[in-house]
């Protein structure tokens, strides 16, 4: 089953395409990695998904409707790049922050939520009172607190430790393989997330490659996406 579909979609700021002739398919279930220099659309992309903006051209839909419409009878979760920080020093509580995703958060799917993310002790501490770490499992609860069928993840990964980004992958698969939510999750660790997605999307401004991790990681593909390759430590190490 579908659940995103882009088809023919063009995306400008200021007569500058910034995305160009996207054409994508993700299915309900799917596990996709984006990866791609800074600037090449990636959160455009996203936003595009969520119908925070539209297409100058072209087709977005979510299960087979427009986002707007979906979004009426149907939550998305998402998680912005960088919020957690940006809005550290937010003066509200774990709780509130989780429940303030969606009009009325059930109180099982609040209790799950921070359950899955291990931060149930840490319900009544203000953002400022948390890690960093911490506060990005927060925002991540606010997310799959509503119990949404797909997941949008803009660099989770940024700011957190290594350990934190172990615990992070092994429940997104869970999420992904126990619940079934299909997870899109923007990243500049390719190397991590070859391993965890089940597609790796390489974009820059049109789609440069789409497909299993071991195609894409093939060199030919990587060069294509970032000439410099400065940032992958595999080729630096
Ligand atoms: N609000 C905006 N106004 C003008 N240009 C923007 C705006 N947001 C993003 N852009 C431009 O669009 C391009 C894609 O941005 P973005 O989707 O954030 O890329 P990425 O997430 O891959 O780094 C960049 O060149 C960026 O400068
Ligand atoms: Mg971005």
Redesign the pocket.
């Known amino acids: 089953m579908k659940a995103i579909t882009l088809r023919n979609v063009y ?1 400008s ?2 007569n ?1 395409f ?2 160009e002739n996207i054409n994508l398919e993700i299915q309900q279930g799917d596990y996709l990695g ?1 990866v ?12 595009l998904i969520l119908g925070i903006i539209k297409p100058h051209r072209g087709q977005v839909l979510i299960y087979g409707q427009n986002p707007e419409d979906y979004l009426k009878s149907e939550p998305i979760g998402y998680l912005p ?1 960088r919020i957690s920080q940006t809005l550290y020093d937010f003066p509200i509580t774990v709780q509130e922050l989780v429940k303030s995703g969606w009009k009325k958060i059930k109180k099982e799917n609040f209790e799950w939520a921070l359950d899955v993310f291990k931060i149930s002790h840490l319900r009544k501490k203000t953002l400022r009172e948390l890690s960093g770490g911490q506060r990005q499992k927060a925002f991540l609860a606010r997310a799959l607190a509503l119990r949404p069928r797909i997941l949008l993840l ?2 989770p990964t940024t700011g957190i430790d290594p350990y934190s980004m172990e615990g992070l992958l092994k429940i997104l698969e869970s999420l992904n393989r126990d619940f079934a939510i299909t997870i899109v999750v ?1 990243t500049h660790d390719i190397g991590t997330f070859a391993h965890e997605a089940k597609c790796i999307l390489c ?1 820059n ?1 049109r789609v440069v490659c789409l497909g299993e991790p071991r195609k894409i990681l093939k060199d030919e593909y990587i060069s294509m996406l970032y000439p410099e390759r400065t940032i992958f430590p595999h080729k630096d190490a």
Do not use: C, H, S, W
């Open positions: 995306y700021f200021d500058t910034v995305l984006i791609g220099p800074n600037g090449a659309g990636k959160t455009t992309l996203l936003r790049q803009d660099e923007v974009l401004r």
